[in-house]
């Protein structure tokens, strides 16, 4: 089919549930990705922060293969061998001490907020059930997490939302002293903030958030659902800081393109929950296990948290030079490979005009260019994704 007929039948048979574009991706190869006309692009948005090794990495390609032979699905009744040695691998890298496993990162959130309540409930009182979130933030979808969400739009039309969330500006430490008290069960942070416009957190702030939860008996939960599994240029994000967190979770990146959310926690706070709290009949199956454990050898042991570190440094020099050109550019930022750019103008023209040229990268929050490529990605491919933007810019300053 061409891009035309399947849109035609997307129109006809699909909800209208996102603002779709009108792309229809159909074979994708490292940073590249072709549409069912045939148009290549370079793939600057990676299925937002998923694709880490670009698009079927062999080694992830192999593993899904050799698992489905094998055994796809089964069952959490039972033990699963590559969930087990998932969860040794992640527990080894993270500096926690137990996961969980699921299917997104809605999920992986849904199921740390029900810890974070039950390890309260279990340790402290039943009145301590508040748990404090940052404006801007994002963490989901389903109906607990659109609440933990700090941005009314994702919200609106779904109430009555569930009770006991509390929002704080992001990165100001006083408002986050007035919000923690002793009804706080946890605070949930992205470390750098990535649908909210790319808003990275001061170690300060999560020193002293840290300092606050533990004065008041709260658990620190890091959503590291797009900051995690290298895109920073660590593993996690949380690791350039220094600040431990009780609770953390993960997925986009995870399982190398295969869908997979974890959950992990310190042993003490996941001792709350008890056989029956939890659970999830797809989570940790043994396909979406053996395609994450080939992408983290291969993240871990391929030099690619050091590529994207590098990298991530070469092209935000780049985007800095870039943008002193533009006085409609507000500010560059990120950490890594995780960066964006802020405009004083409304960013989805900027972003069209590079689709048409073969560049994707997507906009948040209306006016911040965010650029999430590969952790694979070379400076060659930066040179050209800067050079087409660059074009693009210039003919918006005319
Ligand atoms: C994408 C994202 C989520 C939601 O993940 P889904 O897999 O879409 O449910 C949660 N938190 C953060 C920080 C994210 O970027």
Same mark, same amino acid.
């Given at each position: 089919m061409n891009t035309k007929e399947i849109l035609e039948i997307g129109d =006809?048979?699909?909800?209208?549930?996102?603002?779709?574009?009108?792309?229809?991706?159909?074979?994708?190869?490292?940073?590249?990705?072709? #549409?069912? #006309?045939? @148009?290549?692009?370079? #793939?600057?948005?990676s299925g937002i922060a998923v694709n880490s090794l670009g698009h079927c990495h062999p080694a992830v390609v192999d593993a899904i293969?050799?698992?489905a032979k094998e055994l796809i699905h089964c069952s959490n009744?039972?033990?699963? %061998?590559? $969930?087990?040695?998932? *969860?040794?691998?992640?527990?080894? =890298?993270?500096?926690?001490? !137990? &996961?969980?496993?699921?299917?997104?990162?809605? %999920? &992986? @959130? %849904?199921?740390?907020? !029900?810890?974070?309540?039950?390890?309260?409930?279990?340790?402290h009182s039943p009145e301590k059930v508040e748990i404090v979130t940052a404006w801007q933030s994002f963490?989901?979808?389903?109906?607990?997490?659109?609440? &933990?969400?700090? $941005?009314?739009?994702? =919200? !609106?039309?779904?109430?009555?939302?569930?009770?006991?969330? !509390?929002y704080v500006p992001f990165n100001d430490l006083d408002a986050m002293e007035q919000a923690v008290s002793a009804t706080t069960c946890a605070v949930m942070l992205e470390p750098v903030q990535g649908e909210g416009g790319v808003n990275v957190a001061s170690r300060y702030y999560l020193e002293g958030v840290k300092m606050l939860c533990w004065e008041n008996g709260a658990l620190l939960i890091y959503d590291e659902v797009q900051t995690g599994i290298g895109r920073t240029g660590r593993f996690l994000a949380y690791q350039h800081y220094g600040v431990e967190p009780d609770i953390l979770t993960l997925a986009k990146a995870l399982g190398g393109g295969f869908p /997979?959310?974890?959950?992990?926690?310190?042993?003490?706070? *996941? %001792?709350?929950?008890q056989p029956g709290d939890h659970a999830s009949t797809f989570g940790g199956n043994p396909l979406a296990c053996a395609a994450a454990?080939?992408?983290?050898?291969?993240?871990?042991?391929?030099?690619? /948290?050091?590529?994207?570190a590098a990298v991530g440094v070469y092209m935000q020099d780049k985007l800095r030079k870039l943008a002193e050109?533009? #006085?409609y550019v507000k500010e560059v930022r990120g950490l890594g490979l995780l960066l964006g750019v802020e405009l004083a103008i409304d960013g989805g023209g900027i972003v069209n005009r590079c689709r048409e040229k073969g560049l994707l990268i997507n906009c948040v929050n209306g006016n911040v260019l965010r650029f999430i490529p590969p952790l694979t990605i070379s400076r060659q491919d930066v040179d050209r994704a800067l050079w087409l933007l660059e074009e693009v810019m210039d003919s918006i300053k005319e």
């Open positions: =006809q048979y699909l909800m209208r549930n996102v603002g779709r574009i009108a792309l229809a991706p159909v074979r994708g190869e490292g940073a590249l990705l072709w #549409d069912a #006309d045939g @148009n290549e692009y370079l #793939d600057f948005v293969t050799r698992q009744l039972y033990y699963i %061998e590559p $969930q087990a040695l998932l *969860a040794k691998m992640l527990v080894e =890298q993270s500096g926690l001490g !137990k &996961a969980f496993f699921c299917n997104s990162g809605a %999920e &992986a @959130n %849904e199921a740390a907020i !029900k810890l974070a309540r039950k390890h309260a409930k279990l340790k963490h989901g979808r389903t109906l607990a997490t659109i609440t &933990a969400t700090g $941005q009314t739009k994702y =919200q !609106k039309g779904f109430e009555p939302l569930p009770g006991g969330f !509390k /997979i959310g974890a959950m992990l926690a310190t042993n003490k706070v *996941a %001792e709350a929950f454990l080939a992408a983290l050898e291969e993240i871990i042991a391929g030099g690619v /948290i050091e590529n994207a050109k533009y #006085d």
